[in-house]
C-alpha cells in the first residue's frame, strides 16, 4: 500500500514547526510498514487533489497570504471536489483562515478566503497567545489535545462543528468556547506545537479516515506512544492540574 | 547632575564587588541596572570618552563571537578597547561594561568601544552612544513567540540607524538578503562581506528559511547558490535587488568535517590565507564581519588575520569540562540556525558521544517549543552509530524525546529525566568518553552550576570543536 501525502506550500507555509505534522502522519504510517510518498507543492506546482490521501495547509505570515490566495484561486474547485468526497486535510493557523469566508482587516476591508467552509475571521486587537487544551471527540472517543496557540484573527465557525472544546486557552476566538473547525473530513486547528507529534489519538485518525477513503478496513496497529503520552499529559497537567 | 552620576557609579561599583563576594557573579546587568535606575542618562558621561568612538554589532546571531574579534584585533593592533565581552548586550549590560572600567571619578581610558548590542535594545542605547560604525550580522528568527515580530524588529534597527549622523559606516552581510537591504534604506557609506557563492558550500536545511521575498516588491527571491538559512546567492526577478559584490569576500572554503575553517580572504586584487581555529561557516562569517570592520578602521590586514587566526572562543556559550577522563562540552542553543550548527558540530570527528539536550519554555527560551521541529535532528542519524544516548531534561524534556524519535532516532537510545542532577548523572556515568549537553538560555545556567559542581572546568580546550553559536 502506498500512501501519498501532499504538504501544501511548505516554502511559504512553515510556521512555528508546522511540518512536523506532516512528519507525524508519514512517521506513523510508515512505523506501520506502508509506504508513503511526500509531495511538496509550491507555488504554480501541479497538483491534482483526487490523488491524494492526506493534504496538508500550515501557516505563514501575512506577507505571504496574498501570493497564497492567488495560486490557491486556481485550485478552489478541484480541492472542493476532493473534500466533498472526503479527502482528508488538516489546515492549521494561517491555513484555517484561508479555507473559511473571509478575512476582516482592522480597517474593516474583507479579504475573501476559499469559502470552503462556513467560517470567518476577523483581526482582533490582541493575540491570543499560550499554551492550550482541548477536548474534542474522536470516533467516538473523548481525548485531550494539546498545543500552543498564536494568532491574531478570531474565527467565528457560524454552524460549523467544531474540533473540540476549550478547556484551557483562547481557541477559535477567545469568546465562544471552541477551537477549531470540522466539516467531512476536514480538520482546521490554530494549534501548534506542532499538532499531530503530540496528539496520537488524533493523527491516527485521521489515517484511518484516510485509509477508509481508499477504500480499506482495516484495525490501525497500536504504537508505543509513551513519549506522545507523557509529553500530552505533561501539559495536561500543567495546564489543568 | 554629576553628583547624581558619581552615587550611581559607586553603587554599582559596590554592587560588582559584593555580587563578587556572595559567589552570585552572573549578575551581569545587576550593577547597570542600579546605576540606571539612579541616573538614567550614565551612559553620556561615558560616550565622550571613546576617544576614537564606539562600533556597534547587531543582529541574531553571532554577535558576541564577532565583537570579541574586532576587539581583539584592536587590541593587538595595540589600542585600548571597551568590549561587553560576556555577551550582556542590553542596555544594563553595556553600562555594567563601563562602569567596571571606569574609575572611581567616573573616568574611562579607552581607544574604541566595541559593544555588542542586542537587536530589540538597539533604539535605545544608540540614544546614549552614537557609533561611528554598525556592523551587521543577519537576522534569523528568534524565538518563535517573536517571530511575527522579525520583520519589526529590523524596520526598528533600521529605524534607529536612520537618526544616526550622515557619516555613519555599515559593515554589512551581502548574503543576508534581509541585512543588505539596509543600506539602500539608510544611505549611509556601505561595505559589504560575504562568502563567493560556490556550489560545494550550498547547504541543505532548508526548514528555517526567513526571507524568501524581496524585501522591497515582495517577489519571490531566487538562489543561485543557497548556503544556510536565507544567505546566499539571491535575485529578485522582478525589481532587479540582488546581493551585492562584496567588497570583502571569502573564496577557497574548507569547513565540512573539520574543527577549523580555511579560507582566502579577497579585497580587490589582494588576498590572505585565514586559518580560523574555530569551525562552522558562521564561524567564518564572524570572522569576515571583524575584518572588514577592522580593515575600515585603519588596521593592516595582516595584523587582522594574525589575530584571528589565533582566536580563542570566550567561555561562557560554550564550555567545556572534565568529568574523570570524559570530555563535556556545553552549549547554549536559542534558535533553530544556532541549533542546527550546534548539531553540524556535533558531526565533526569521530568519537562516540552521549547528548544531554536541556529545553525550558521561560519567556527568555520561548514559550511555544514548536520551533524543534524547524530544528534538522535527522542530520544525527548520518553519523547514528556515533550517538549512544539522547538524555533530554528540562521542562519540556517529553517534547524533545518526542521530536527525536520522529527525527527517527531510536526510542531505546532516549530517555526523560526532568531532575537536572539525575539528568546530568545519567550523561556522565555512560561508556562514552565525550558528552555533549545543548541547552535553551534558562537551562544553562542550572546545568552549568551541577557540572561545575562535579567536574573541573576546563579553561580552554584544545580543539574548539563546538563554539559558541550565538
Ligand atoms: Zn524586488
Redesign the interface.
Known sequence: MKITVCHLYP??L???????NV??FV?RCRWRGWQVEVMEVN?GDPVNFADVDFLFIGGG?D??QN?IAADMGKRVENLNRAIENKLVVLAICGGYQLLGKYYRTPEGKEIPGLGLLDIYTVAGDT?L???VAVEAELDSKKTMLVG?E?H?GKTFINDTMPLGKVVSGNGNNGVDGTEGARYKNVFCSYL???LL??NPALTDYLISLALERRGYDLELTEL?DS??E??NK?MVKRLIG | MIFRFLLALWLAKIAMVMSKLTGKGRGSSLPGMLALRICPDILKHYSSQTGRGAIMITGTNGKTTTSNMLAGALEHAGYKVINNREGANLLTGIVTSFIKISSFTGKVSCDYAVLEVDEAAFPVVIKWIQPRMVTITNFFRDQLDRYGELDTTISKVVGALKKLSADTQLVLNSDDPLVAKIAAETGYQTTYYGIRPAAEISGRASYSREAKFCPFCSEALTYAVYIYSQLGDYKCPNCGFTRPVPDIEAASVRHRQAKTVGAVIRSGSSEWRLELPVQGLYNLYNALAAFTASIKLGLKPEVVIASLNRYLPVTGRMETFKYKNKKVILALVKNPTGFNQALDGLLVGDEEQDLLIAINDNDADGRDVSWLWDVDFEILLERQERFKRFICTGQRAEDMAVRLKYAGVSVAQISIEKDYNLAIQAALSGECQVISMLATYTAVWPVEKILSGMSERVKFSEDHGMSSVS
Do not use: C, M, V
Open positions: 516554502d511559504l512553515n510556521l512555528y514547526g508546522d511540518r512536523g512528519l507525524a512517521q507555488l505570515s506577507r505571504e501570493l493575540r497567545i499560550g499554551n500552543f498564536n491574531g501548534h506545537g506542532p507529534p503530540k508505543d513519549f506522545e507523557s509529553a505533561a
